[in-house]
């Protein structure tokens, strides 16, 4: 455990889990609704988009959107909104990663992936409705009545989701087989991969909210940090965790030869370099008071959890 962050006590755990359960519950409950499978030969489309966003996952998204909305003062349908696209992209992102032209793997979330539970075009067909429904959903009024507001989420989503963002991270990472990579390289393509919609969930809290310029670099700092300690945790779970408690294949990392934070430092380097990112995460956070309790949580959970 590093100095600077502080244990994972029970109840800080407990809040946390339970807070991510309700951000689970509220996007879910949102997504259902959007996604009314109509009747008609295209219902197999709408069925696969709910297999994909309906069933599982941590949460830790939407929870990021609803602790970061919560401390300026956002009402919460909005930041469920806001949320429910966010969940939305990133189920579009893991079923797209699963496919047999990326990561080609058959299990996700513990169930069939999603080209494995229906097939290959319906996977593709449902990942793209899922990446435009984020920003059907952003641009609609109900998420903001100040349309500068939602067309700044919809530039925001578009960055962090695009070629500059998690497609551009998702293409080194393919092409990173026969780059060699060191730390530098490895920690911006993960940047991209998986920090930016992480920055995307808190930078929306503080658009919503009309945060103060401070804030919001105090905010998407802390994301920066928080997105490269998740992933290391990841890379760590990868080579320690089973494929049955990650839900997901395990090891594949390590097969595929690709560059990891457990290649480049050992197993304890790994481990220390996630505490010494999630504890300059919670640096960033100095400014802020008890508002920011849940996202200091949050910093805990990365580098405790176990899926
Ligand atoms: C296909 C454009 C495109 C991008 C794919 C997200 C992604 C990029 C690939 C998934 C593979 C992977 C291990 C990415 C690192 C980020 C990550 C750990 C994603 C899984 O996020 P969790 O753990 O998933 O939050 P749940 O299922 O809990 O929502």
């Known amino acids: 455990m590093s100095e600077n962050v502080p244990p994972n006590d029970s109840k800080s755990a407990s809040a946390f889990n339970s807070a991510r ?3 689970v519950a509220l ?3 949102q997504l259902d609704d959007f996604l009314n499978p109509p009747k008609g030969p295209e219902k197999r489309l ?3 988009m709910r297999y994909a966003a309906l069933d599982g996952g941590k949460g830790f998204r939407p929870f990021l ?3 970061t909305s919560a401390m300026f003062g956002v009402p919460q349908a909005q930041a469920v909104r806001v949320a429910a696209a966010l969940e939305s992209v990133h189920c579009y992102s893991l079923a797209h990663d699963d496919l047999p032209a990326m990561d080609d793997d058959a299990l996700r979330r513990g169930r069939p992936s999603l080209h494995k539970a229906y097939d290959e075009a319906t996977a593709i067909l449902a990942g793209d409705a899922l990446l435009t429904l984020a920003f059907e959903i952003l641009a609609d009024g109900a998420t903001h009545a100040d349309a500068n507001v939602r067309l700044a989420l919809v530039a925001s989503l578009a960055q962090a989701a695009g070629r500059q963002g998690m497609v551009g991270g998702q293409t080194l990472d393919i092409l990173s087989p026969d780059l060699s990579l060191d730390m ?8 991209l991969k998986t920090g930016a919609l992480i920055g995307f969930a808190v930078e929306a809290g503080a658009l919503l909210g ?3 310029a401070a804030q919001t670099a105090a905010l998407k700092a802390y994301a920066q940090e928080l997105g490269l300690a998740f992933q290391i945790a990841d890379d760590v779970l990868d080579v320690t965790g089973a494929s049955q408690t990650l839900g997901k294949t395990a090891g594949k990392d390590v097969a595929e030869g690709k560059a990891t934070f457990v290649s480049l430092l050992g197993l304890a380097g790994a481990r220390q370099e996630a505490e010494n990112r999630a504890a300059a995460a919670l640096a960033h956070l100095a400014a802020f008071g008890s508002e920011a309790e849940p996202l200091r949580q949050a910093a805990q959970f990365v580098i405790h959890r176990k899926n």
């Open 21 to 23: 359960q309700t951000a």
């Open 27 to 29: 996007v879910r409950a």
């Open 46 to 48: 709408v069925e696969a």
């Open 65 to 67: 959107v609803l602790a």
């Open 184 to 191: 530098a390289d490895l920690s911006r393509l993960q940047g």
């Open 210 to 212: 009309a945060a103060e």
